[in-house]
């Protein structure tokens, strides 16, 4: 027999913040950052399915083909992502959502909505990986609620803002990373201690967990799977081509240095021009370099 809902939110525990203004003009939320484009989304996403439920245009039972359970994964598996849109009640509900009003936006504001999407819903999967990573604390559970996609937002937040202030139960001040160290904390000790609580802690600690190894070693393991899975063939023996006619010869730039452009522009993307490091410059530098010269060299070409 299994559990519905089981997948519940924390209570009071989000507030606002003292985190700096900012941001693109117009009204401003949260931390002083306006209301951007998929946090708007996501929360009139989460509360439409809400109300369609509570009206039973969408059936309760429907809740059973739309949250996770581990046994039945493998015949459904869109769950793994519909289960973060489903809450099993109005306040588990309006707390994930108010988490998401609140550290969201800076998120998205600094990253781009590409980019944050990405990692909402990277995370909210790293909660339904722990459900199968810990089926045996779990149980047969049927688990709903965006509270894994939210802490690996709250782990962003901190990796980002360490120092700004969230307001413990609208009161107390702490610095976000005390804060989400206090949470991860209290959210592994309550994971081990099983889901007698009805709240699938397991998960929050999945999407704790997954957007802190997303961000600091992401790249890497990206890049690492990437060598894995397109492993380079030996090209076959040929004879070398005749040289080129004095006039015509180009530099041109290498399967890797374009690897190496297409990630460092990632990362311009994700975190500015200021996160690169004097490298990084100074191959950019280098490869703009090779560039003029080739366009050089063809106008030349073409003008004789």
């Known amino acids: 027999m299994m559990r519905q809902p089981a997948f519940k939110g924390g209570g009071g525990r989000f507030g606002g913040g003292?985190?700096?203004?900012?941001?693109?003009?117009?009204?401003?939320?949260?931390?002083?950052?306006?209301?951007s484009r998929w946090v708007l989304r996501l929360m009139i996403a989460n509360f439409a399915i809400f109300l369609l439920m509570a009206v039973r245009i969408v059936p309760a039972g429907a809740i059973e083909w739309l949250g996770f359970a581990v046994p039945l994964f493998l015949t459904r598996p869109w769950t793994a992502v519909t289960y973060m849109f489903v809450h099993g009640g109005f306040m588990h509900l309006f707390m994930n959502m108010l988490a998401l009003f609140f550290f969201g936006p800076p998120l998205e504001q600094k990253w781009g909505s590409r980019f944050f999407l990405r990692f909402y819903l990277v995370t909210g999967l790293g909660g339904a990986a722990f459900s199968v990573l810990l089926y045996s604390l779990t149980g047969p559970t049927i688990m709903v609620g965006a509270s894994g996609a939210i802490f690996g937002l709250l782990v962003a937040f901190a990796l980002n803002w360490p120092d700004a202030k969230i307001f413990l139960y609208f009161v107390f001040p702490v610095p976000a990373k005390w804060f989400v160290a206090g949470l991860g904390a209290l959210t592994l000790l309550s994971t081990m201690q099983g889901s007698a609580d009805g709240v699938a802690h397991w998960a929050h600690l999945g999407g704790l967990v997954t957007?802190?190894?997303?961000?600091?070693?992401g790249e890497r393991i990206g890049r690492f799977a990437h060598r894995a899975l397109y492993k380079e063939r030996p090209a076959p023996k040929r004879s070398a081509p005749p040289p080129p006619p004095p006039g015509r010869r180009r530099r041109r730039v290498d399967g890797d240095s374009l690897d190496e452009v297409d990630r460092i522009l990632d990362k311009i993307r994700a975190d500015g021009m200021d996160s690169l490091s004097a490298r990084e410059r100074a191959f950019l530098d280098e490869v703009s370099r090779q560039y003029q010269q080739t366009k050089g060299t063809e106008k030349k070409t073409r003008t004789h």
Request: aromatic share 20%; net charge positive.
């Open 18 to 35: 003292g985190l700096g203004g900012g941001g693109l003009g117009g009204v401003r939320f949260g931390h002083g950052f306006p209301m």
């Open 211 to 217: 957007g802190f190894v997303y961000l600091r070693y």
